[in-house]
């Protein structure tokens, strides 16, 4: 629901997590029924909604969905205590190997070594959505 998601906001701000700039992140199920869901009903005001350049919105922070988070999730945080860290550039190779030259193909394969950390774990929100 709504309050729910505002509720995170407020777990946020109650661990002294700086609230401008946090990001709503979940799965593609969630955020389509987001924007069909009422703040309110029969208010025609949506819980996500669009700032009008194609970028997603709850509640006034910017939110977006992936196929990537787990299913039932959502996530609200503070995405600049998200640490990355890159060991070396990325390495680009032809796959010399296989029968892709008999086939008129050409497999590439790219790697890049990352450590990923959180600075500060209170700066993220978990929920657990049941759509």
């Given at each position: 629901t709504f309050a729910e998601l505002v509720q995170m906001e407020g777990l946020l701000a109650d661990d002294n997590i700086n609230t401008s700039g946090l990001?709503?992140?979940t799965t593609p199920t969630i955020g389509t029924t987001l924007k069909t869901i009422e703040k309110a009903t029969n208010t025609g005001q949506f819980v996500w909604t669009d700032n009008g350049q194609?970028?997603?919105l709850v509640n006034g922070y910017?939110?977006?969905y992936t196929k990537?988070?787990?299913t039932g999730t959502a996530l609200l945080g503070q995405f600049s205590?998200?640490?990355m860290a890159y060991w070396g550039s990325?390495?680009?190779e032809v796959d010399p190997y296989g029968d892709n030259f008999?086939?008129?193909n050409v497999s590439v394969r790219a790697m890049l070594d990352m450590d990923i950390n959180v600075?500060?774990?209170e700066s993220f929100c978990k929920l657990a959505v049941t759509v």
């Open positions: 990001v709503y992140l194609g970028e997603g910017k939110a977006a990537n988070m787990p205590d998200l640490l990325i390495d680009i008999k086939k008129g600075r500060r774990p």
